[in-house]
């Protein structure tokens, strides 16, 4: 095995067939992940051998189908794809939805940029008076895009998220906690729009 190299590797267990990703690294000890789609991958230290890799997922075993089953009950099958077009103007309306919210508080209209982000769903840029919405958004449902909005909106008044911030939300949209929460479990729709782009 190669150092640095992936290798796709199974392990037949009590459990069931675990095929998992084998990545030999410089660190000292074995390492498990199990990614957002149930993806299993072990780092090992250069001087263990791939039994041990083996062993070790077998051993584990247990855990990690465990580990599979739960992320794949969180996860919700997203919106299908859709146009760049039809994306700015789900996302724009979202904002449209929410913002006499916050006008009254004097909060101006802000510029909306829409971007694929890595790991956030939207930003704010107060100083210079624009929110990005991720294009992965699009892909929820709109009481969801609703929420990323008005998050956004509220860091006009609270740049951090102190309690002023939170206090904010629960006047403007009471259930914001139950929106973040499914919220979560769409996490596949930023890697796949992530996919989409390579």
Same mark, same amino acid.
């Given at each position: ?13 009590? #459990?069931? *067939?675990?095929?998992?990703? /084998? *990545?030999?690294?410089?660190?000292? #000890?074995? #390492?498990?992940?199990?990614? %957002? %789609?149930? &993806?299993?991958?072990?780092? /090992? ?8 890799? $083996? $062993? ?6 247990? =855990? ?12 919700? &099958?997203? /919106?299908?794809?859709?146009?760049? &077009?039809?994306?700015?103007? %789900?996302?724009?309306?979202? /904002? ?19 971007? !694929?982000? @890595? !790991? ?23 009481? *969801?895009? $609703?929420?990323?909005?008005?998050? +956004? ?21 009471? $259930? =914001?906690?139950?929106? %973040?929460?499914?919220?979560? !479990?769409?996490?596949?729709?930023? +890697?796949?729009?992530?996919?989409? @782009?390579?």
């Amino acid at each position: 095995m190669v150092k640095g190299v992936p290798q796709l590797r199974s392990v037949n267990t009590p #459990n069931g *067939l675990i095929t998992y990703t /084998l *990545l030999r690294k410089p660190v000292k #000890n074995l #390492n498990l992940r199990i990614g %957002r %789609r149930g &993806e299993v991958a072990v780092s /090992l230290p250069v001087r263990c051998s791939l039994k041990q890799a $083996d $062993d070790f997922v077998l051993e584990r075993s247990r =855990w990690i189908l465990d580990a599979i089953y739960r992320q794949a009950e969180r996860q919700v &099958e997203p /919106l299908p794809s859709a146009s760049q &077009e039809v994306c700015a103007q %789900r996302l724009s309306a979202a /904002l449209k939805r929410v913002y006499p919210l916050v006008e009254p508080l004097g909060i101006a209209f802000p510029h909306l940029k829409i971007r !694929s982000l @890595k !790991s956030q769903w939207g930003n704010c840029h107060w100083a210079q008076g624009y929110i990005t919405l991720n294009i992965a958004l699009a892909r929820c449902p709109e009481e *969801l895009r $609703d929420y990323v909005a008005l998050h +956004e909106l509220v860091h006009f008044l609270h740049q951090d998220h102190g309690t002023g911030f939170y206090t904010q939300m629960d006047v403007l949209m009471p $259930d =914001w906690q139950q929106r %973040r929460k499914a919220l979560k !479990s769409y996490s596949g729709a930023l +890697e796949d729009e992530l996919i989409g @782009k390579v």
